[in-house]
């Protein structure tokens, strides 16, 4: 979109519309790295996901941005008016230079510099290298420095930017302003000459150069007076300059199908409907790998709640009084003076086997093993009063046991536990000392955890 002919008196808006909608391939190239490093790092660490995270959200914002931009062609970044030139800095402020406060034209070429984490020759760096960005044959309108500094200068450091020094370039004591064509998509030659043409045809005309400069939501109370209808300049024709931003190149076209097919691509290798060589096994691995540590975390959590039952159980048990039931048959299936059935003898045998094979009673807890009934001739065994006490101590006792004449006490244990006891129990051992012993080794080792 360039102007048909020469006529000064016509207004030109510089737009950057055409240069962000360019940015279209470069967002769509960011979206297909950023994928293609997640599929060749599965499974990725933490600080490939961040630096994949980066890349996509950068390259949609990019693509969204450029689709927007062909659409809506925003404001003008400077325009070229009969009264001066009306230079906007996005977001920060607005102003007009009257023709009458040029003091020239020139084109130059404009060094910048910026830091940057990256290296041609290296790669990403920790620490940025600071780097030097030059911009050749940039049209310029020289100023004075009272007016840079009553009409231009920002005072805020953050508002002015790291590209201030770009766009107003000092010059003893001028101010040059940088009209940076490859922004608005236009020639240098061609912008140069359209400035330089209106500076030496307004340049002594007061009535076209009475205009201030105008900040963003102020109005000058010093603005031009009307003029006479006899000064009174032609109905102004506004043309946009540049390139039309929905105008594509055969090269994007190229480029973004490309990019485009490459991200389909990369997704469907996401979802498994095509695998890299050897990805395949990885990912089962992987797969497997997590199914482990499911059930290696429900394992511990089913042990962590059968050992806070236990524990509640043995709470409740331990304000219990201890019932011994002498006068109670040892053959009958249920106490005559508690009431209390033989299933919770089988509990407190459970507890007695844990101590001597805790594998099994673990298993059994969990669930793998049902404990199977008690049959009603069960061993029995002699233990001493010290034996019983202790066993009392360790796993609350109110199980049907006998006091013998001789002072000792009989109870009865299941044969898997008797069998359990014999291979523990050392030589010339009574099985009360055995019993005492695996209590006492079991205490010492649970307390070593």
Known sequence: MNASSHDINQTLEYRTATAIARLLPTGLL????????????????????????????????????ALWRRVNHGKPLFTLSPDGIHYRIPWVKAFNIPWTEIQGVDSIDVETGYWSFWDMRYGFAILPDYKVATYYNVAVVLVSKQ?????????????????????????????????????????????????????????DQPGKTSVPSV????????????????????????????????????????????????????????VGLWDLPGQNEVREIRTKARAEQKDWADSIRRNREESRKLEAEQKEMRRQPTTICAACSPDSYRCGCCGRTRRSLQKRLLRINWLISPGRAI?????????????????????????????????????????????????????????????????????????????????HKRGLR
């Open 215 to 270: 900040a963003v939501g102020q109005v000058n109370a010093t603005a031009a007076p009307k003029r006479p209808a006899a000064r009174a300049a032609p109905e102004t024709v506004v043309v946009a300059m540049g390139e039309n931003p929905k105008a594509v190149s055969r090269w994007q076209v190229v480029a973004s199908t490309v990019l485009l097919i490459g991200i389909v691509a990369m997704l469907a290798n996401l």
């Open 363 to 443: 298993a059994a807890r969990a669930g793998q093993h049902r404990p199977t009934t008690i049959s009603r001739a069960m061993p029995e065994i002699e233990i001493t009063e010290e034996c019983r006490a202790l066993i009392a101590a360790e796993f609350p006792f109110e199980e049907t046991v006998r006091r013998q004449g001789n002072g000792e006490w009989q109870m009865q244990i299941d044969a898997e536990t008797w069998q359990r006891l014999q291979k523990v129990r050392r030589h010339g051992e009574t099985i009360s000392d055995c019993i005492i012993r695996v209590i006492i080794v079991t205490q």
């Open 147 to 203: 007016f840079y500094d009553s009409r231009m200068f920002v005072a805020s450091f953050f508002l002015r930017g790291p590209g201030w020094r770009a766009n107003f370039i000092p010059k003893g004591s001028l101010v040059q302003v940088a009209l940076h064509h490859d922004l608005v998509s236009v020639e240098p030659r061609l912008l140069r000459e359209a400035v330089e043409a209106r500076w030496l045809a307004f340049r």
């Open 30 to 65: 960011l979206i297909f790295l950023g994928l293609l490093i997640f599929v060749l790092a599965d499974p990725a660490p933490t600080g490939t996901i961040i630096g994949v995270v980066l890349c996509l959200v950068a390259g949609i914002a990019l693509v969204g941005l």
